[in-house]
C-alpha cells in the first residue's frame, strides 16, 4: 500500500509560478516511478510529467515542455512538480499517482493522492 498526500496548489495570476509536492508513505520501493496528471471541469485527467525512481529520465506532455519540471527527493519520500509560466489553461485539480514503471496514461498507475486545485487568473 502507498499513500500520496498533494500540496502547494493555489491561486496565481498568468505568469506566475507554483511548486506542488506529493509526498509518498507506505511500500514506496514497490512503485518506483512517479507521475503527476491534472483534470479540469468536465474533462478527462490528463498526463503532465513523470519521472523515474532515480530521477535520471523524465517524461512530459508537449503543452507544459520547458515551463514545468519535475523533481524528486527519495530522502523525503517526496516528488515535485514546479510550474512556470502558467497560463489559464493549466486551471485543474492536479494528482500525482505511484507505479511501476514510467507511463503516460493513468491505468499504468496504481496509487493516487486526494488532488490539489491549481488556479491561474489572466
Not at 506532455?61 to 514546479?82: C, E, H, P, W
Not at 511501476?100 to 488556479?119: C, F, I, L, S
Amino acid at each position: 500500500q502507498v499513500e500520496l498526500v498533494e500540496s502547494g496548489g493555489g491561486l496565481v495570476q498568468a505568469g506566475g509560478s507554483l511548486r506542488l509536492s506529493c509526498a509518498a508513505s507506505g511500500r514506496t520501493f514497490s512503485m518506483p516511478a512517479m507521475g503527476w496528471f491534472r483534470q479540469a471541469p468536465g474533462k478527462e485527467r490528463y498526463f503532465v510529467a513523470t519521472i523515474t525512481w532515480s530521477g535520471a529520465a523524465t517524461d512530459y506532455k508537449d503543452y507544459v515542455k520547458g515551463r514545468f519540471t519535475i523533481s524528486r527527493d527519495n530522502a523525503k519520500d517526496t516528488v515535485y512538480l514546479q510550474m512556470n509560466s502558467l497560463k489559464p489553461e493549466d486551471t485543474a485539480v492536479y494528482y500525482c499517482a505511484a507505479g511501476r514503471a514510467m507511463a503516460t496514461v493513468a491505468p499504468k498507475y496504481d496509487y493516487w493522492g486526494q488532488g490539489t486545485q491549481v488556479t491561474v487568473s489572466s
